[in-house]
C-alpha cells in the first residue's frame, strides 16, 4: 500500500470505522484512540496489506481493540447517548431513531456489533464473519436474533411512546 | 426458495439483510403483495434496520500521512537552483569544487590501498616488535632477578653479624670457639628470631607457591630443621643443625655455607615484603631439570618445553640431511 493509498483509506474509512467503534461503546474519546490505533496498525502493516482489503482490515482490527477495550474497561454504558453527535431530519424520525438505538444498545455486544456493521457498513455474512472471527451461519442466526429482538423490544416501545 | 408461514420470517430477515439474489427479492416482493397481511410483518422487521447516521471522525487529517518533507525538499532545491542561475560565477565554481573534492577523495582512498608489498614490510614490523620486545621483557626478568639478589645480599649483610659466626663455627666445628667468641646466650638469641623468620617464609612459600614443589620441599626441611632448635638449645645444637642443611641441596653452587645464608636472608627479605604487600623474589635454580620456565605470564614446564625443541631440531636437521642428499 502505497501512502497515497493510505491518505485514501483515512479518507474513506475513518468515519465509517469511528461510528461503528462510537456507537458500540459510546465513548468518544475510547473511539477516537481505537481508530487511531487501527489506522497505526494499518500503516505499520502497509506492507501486507491489499488496499481493497484495506477497509476489513482496519474493521477487523477495530472491532478486536474495542473488544480488548470493553473486557478491560468494562464500561459498556459509560456515556451519555447526547454526547454523540446527531443530525436529525424530523422529529418523528428522530424519535424513531431514538428508540431503535435505546434497543440496540440494550443487546449483546455481539448481536450489537452484528446490526451495526450489517446496517452501517452494508457488509456481507461473510465479511461480518471475517471481521467478528466467527462463521458464516453463526452470523446468520446471531443477527437475526438480534433482529427479531428489536422487532419485539420496538414494538414494545411503541405503546409506551404512542 | 419456498415462501410460506414457517420460512417467512427467515427469508423477510434475509430480505432486509441484502442478502438474496435479485431474482429472489422479486419473489418475496410478489409474496407480500399477494399476501398484504405479511406486509406488517416486513415492515416490523425493517424498522430493526438502522438508518444512516453521519458521524464524522474529528481527527482526520491528523491520520493522514504529511507529504510536506517532499514539499521542502522541492522548495529548497528550486531556491538553491534559482540562486546557483543568478551567479553564473558561483555555478562554475561550485561544480568544479564538487569535482575536486570527488578528486581528493580517490586520491585518499587509493593512498590508503592495501597490497602484498605493504602487508609483508606489516608482517615484518610487528615481528620484530614481537622480538624485541620479548627480549626487552626477559631484560626486565633479569635485572629483577639481580635487583632480588642484592636485596637479598644487602640483606645477608645486616644479618651477617648474627649468622656469620654460626658459618665460622660450622668450618672451625668447634663449640668452645663459639663460646669464647661471645656470650652463649646471647648468641641463642641472634639464632633464634632467624629460625623463626626461616619457619614462617617456608610455611608462606608452600602455601602461595604449588609449583615449585621442590624448592618449597627443601625449605620445608630447612624449617623443619631449624625449627628443631628451641631457645633453650646450645649453640651447639644450631651448629649441628646448620651443617645438616647443605646436604639437602642438589645444587653444587648452593652447597656452601654462604649460599645458605644467602637463601635464608632471601627467605627473610621474601618474608619481610610480604608482610608490606609488595612483590616477592626468589631464586631459580636454572640447572634443574623439572623447573617450570616462565615467559611473560605463561608457565612452561621444562620437560615438555625441551621436548619440543628437541624435535624442532631434529626436524630441521633430517630437513638439511634430505636437502645435501
Not at chain 1, 484512540?33 to 484495506?54: H, T, Y
Not at chain 1, 461480518?128 to 466467527?134: D, K, V
Not at chain 2, 471522525?57 to 491528523?62: D, L, V
Not at chain 2, 617456608?202 to 602455601?207: D, G, I, K, R
Request: with cysteine.
Amino acid at each position: 500500500m502505497t501512502d497515497k493509498a493510505y491518505n485514501e483509506c483515512v479518507d474513506n474509512f475513518a468515519d465509517g470505522v469511528y461510528r461503528f467503534i462510537v456507537k458500540n461503546i459510546r465513548h468518544t474519546e475510547d473511539a477516537q484512540d481505537i481508530v487511531q490505533s487501527a489506522f497505526e496498525k494499518l500503516w505499520v502493516n502497509r506492507a501486507q496489506v491489499l488496499p481493497e482489503k484495506a477497509k476489513s482490515y482496519l474493521f477487523t482490527v477495530a472491532y478486536h481493540q474495542m473488544i480488548d477495550h470493553i473486557r478491560k474497561s468494562n464500561k459498556m454504558p459509560l456515556s451519555d447517548e447526547a454526547s454523540i453527535p446527531h443530525q436529525p431530519i424530523n422529529q418523528a424520525q428522530t424519535e424513531l431513531k431514538e428508540l431503535l438505538m435505546r434497543a440496540v444498545n440494550e443487546l449483546n455486544p455481539t448481536q450489537k456489533s452484528l446490526v451495526l456493521l450489517k446496517d452501517y457498513e452494508g457488509y456481507s455474512y461473510q465479511e461480518i464473519a471475517e471481521i467478528m472471527n466467527l462463521s458464516d451461519s453463526q452470523v446468520k442466526v446471531y443477527l437475526h436474533r438480534a433482529r427479531i429482538i428489536l422487532k419485539n423490544k420496538l414494538s414494545a416501545y411503541a405503546p409506551t411512546a404512542s | 426458495m419456498q415462501l410460506n408461514e414457517s420460512t417467512y420470517e427467515t427469508i423477510f430477515l434475509l430480505y432486509i439483510d441484502k442478502e438474496l439474489s435479485p431474482k429472489e427479492r422479486l419473489e418475496v416482493e410478489a409474496f407480500i403483495e399477494d399476501n398484504p397481511s405479511y406486509a406488517l410483518e416486513m415492515e416490523a422487521l425493517q424498522a430493526t434496520v438502522l438508518s444512516s447516521d453521519k458521524i464524522q471522525y474529528p481527527f482526520k487529517e491528523n491520520l493522514k500521512l504529511q507529504d510536506w518533507e517532499e514539499d521542502l525538499k522541492a522548495t529548497y532545491a528550486t531556491m538553491l537552483k534559482a540562486d546557483v542561475e543568478a551567479i553564473p560565477g558561483l555555478s562554475t565554481s561550485f561544480k568544479n569544487s564538487l569535482k575536486k573534492e570527488t578528486a581528493s577523495e580517490a586520491i585518499i582512498v587509493k593512498s590508503f590501498g592495501f597490497n602484498q608489498q605493504k602487508f609483508t614490510y606489516a608482517a615484518v614490523a610487528a615481528c620484530l616488535m614481537v622480538f624485541f620486545g620479548y627480549q626487552q621483557l626477559t631484560k626486565s626478568s633479569v635485572s629483577d632477578l639481580a635487583k632480588s639478589n642484592s636485596i637479598a645480599t644487602n640483606l645477608n649483610k645486616e644479618l651477617a653479624p648474627n649468622i656469620s659466626p654460626i658459618t665460622t663455627t660450622k668450618s672451625t666445628g668447634s663449640s668452645e670457639t663459639i663460646v669464647s667468641n661471645s656470650n652463649k646466650q646471647a648468641r641463642v638469641n641472634s639464632i633464634n628470631p632467624v629460625t623463626k623468620t626461616i619457619q614462617l617464609a617456608a610455611t608462606n612459600l608452600q602455601a602461595s607457591n604449588s609449583t615449585k614443589t621442590q624448592r618449597s620441599n627443601l625449605l620445608q626441611q630447612e624449617s623443619i630443621a631449624m625449627a628443631e632448635t628451641t631457645p633453650n638449645n646450645s649453640v651447639l645444637d644450631n651448629q649441628v643443625v646448620m651443617k645438616k642443611i647443605p646436604r639437602t641441596y642438589n645444587n653444587p653452587i648452593t652447597i656452601n655455607a654462604t649460599p645458605l645464608t644467602v637463601s635464608t636472608a632471601n627467605i627473610d627479605a621474601e618474608s619481610t615484603v610480604d608482610e608490606k604487600g609488595l612483590t616477592t623474589y626468589e631464586v631459580i635454580d636454572t640447572e634443574d631439570p623439572n623447573r617450570t620456565i616462565y615467559i611473560a605470564n605463561f608457565e612452561i614446564d621444562g620437560n615438555k618445553f625441551r621436548g619440543i625443541t628437541r624435535r624442532v631440531s631434529a626436524f630441521l636437521k633430517r630437513n638439511k640431511s634430505d636437502k645435501e642428499k
